[in-house]
């Protein structure tokens, strides 16, 4: 079965189960979602988490992390020490705003930053049809898009 074929199945199911059925049949081989790799996650995000990260002023007014509220670490767990050293690392203090936006639900705008703002709604778990959609998700379904027009 080519990419369209299962696209063309995928947009004519009308039921979580057959959406499940469709993709147990593929052979995705190494492109198999892993889930030693990406466990599930069993948590969610409120909106009201985020007013209370806010509140702490651990939230920038932008959404960022705001280094000032961590940099001492006195209010923070080890995990939370160990996570932020990470993403401070990584130079990501600044990735978060999309993101707050899909966990608080607020109208996002901005064309950068779509996949971490989906996330985010899939992290506040405030609709059971939010899918977690990356970069990859993203292209394909341009490229069918583009071709069903041509």
């Known amino acids: 079965m080519n990419c369209k074929d299962i696209i063309f199945e995928i947009q004519n199911t009308n039921s979580i189960e057959n959406l499940q059925r469709i993709f147990e049949n593929l052979d995705l081989g190494k492109n198999k979602f892993d ?3 990406y466990p599930n996650l069993d948590f969610e995000i409120s909106k009201e988490e985020i007013v209370n990260l806010e509140n702490k002023n651990a939230l920038g007014t932008q959404g960022n992390l705001n280094h000032e509220y961590f940099k001492d670490g006195k209010n923070l767990t080890a995990i939370e020490k160990l996570l932020y050293s990470y993403i401070w690392k990584r130079g990501e203090l600044n990735r978060f705003p999309s993101m707050i936006c899909g966990i608080k639900g607020d109208n996002y705008t901005l064309r950068t ?38």
């Open 35 to 37: 889930e030693n790799k």
């Open 113 to 150: 930053g779509q996949v971490l703002n989906q996330f985010g709604k899939y992290l506040s778990k405030e609709s059971v049809n939010e899918p977690i959609v990356d970069q990859h998700v993203i292209r394909a379904f341009t490229s069918f898009i583009v071709s069903k027009d041509l």
